[in-house]
């Protein structure tokens, strides 16, 4: 009966134990940050002081890296330990930005304000802003690259577009499209504040 007994309590505690967790796959975050930084094999060897062999092996998780080498690679990488070791991020589905995370340029004497609601990394291709001008103000730009237009929806007040040559007044509702690849300017020639969004497409 002691037997049975011991070997119900050794099952119980077998059961108690805790899943051992997934250790990182380091090769592969090695490659992806490779990767990232557009290296090959052999730069990353020279640059890190391990043999390509070595390096080629902890990348298919063949072989794991001792502290020395993984230290080695982190700064040739330029990262820490700690981002090594660290499970990767999974990538946001839905991602949403704060007030506060919105860009703000404002105009000498504050003829304007711009806020930048499109994302960096289409800046020079597509961009859009919200623009303020208080009475008075005006946005003049220089000319932007060939083929560039602008497309602007008064959202408040009115404003006053001039482009090529041609001058046009519009009220709250209406939207302008121009060529933006001379010199223009946006004015608001009323005494309250106005207000629009600025779409720019660079071709």
Do not use: C
């Not at 391990?50 to 001792?66: F, G, H, Q, W, Y």
């Not at 589905?93 to 404002?106: C, F, M, N, Q, S």
């Amino acid at each position: 009966m002691a037997s049975s007994s011991g070997s119900r309590r050794a099952s119980a505690s077998a059961a108690a134990a805790p899943a051992a967790a997934t250790p990182p796959r380091v090769g592969e975050q090695i490659q992806r940050l490779r990767n990232e930084r557009k290296l090959t094999l052999d730069d990353l060897s020279r640059a890190a002081g391990v043999s390509k062999s070595m390096l080629s092996e902890i990348e298919r998780d063949k072989a794991n890296p001792t502290i020395a080498v993984a230290w080695r690679l982190t700064n040739a990488l330029g990262i820490t330990l700690d981002e090594l070791f660290s499970q990767p991020k999974a990538p946001e589905t839905i991602r949403v930005d704060g007030p506060h995370d919105i860009p703000t340029l404002a105009g000498h004497d504050g003829q304007y304000q711009l806020r930048v609601w499109g994302p960096i990394d289409l800046a020079g291709r597509f961009e859009w802003y919200e623009l303020t001008l208080p009475g008075g103000g005006a946005l003049v730009s220089n000319a932007h690259e060939p083929g560039t237009r602008e497309h602007l929806t008064v959202l408040q007040g009115a404003m006053e577009i001039e482009a090529a040559g041609s001058v046009r007044r519009l009220k709250n509702g209406d939207t302008a499209r121009y060529p933006a690849d001379t010199p223009h300017a946006i004015r608001n020639p009323g005494k309250g504040e106005a207000r629009a969004l600025l779409i720019v497409i660079h071709r």
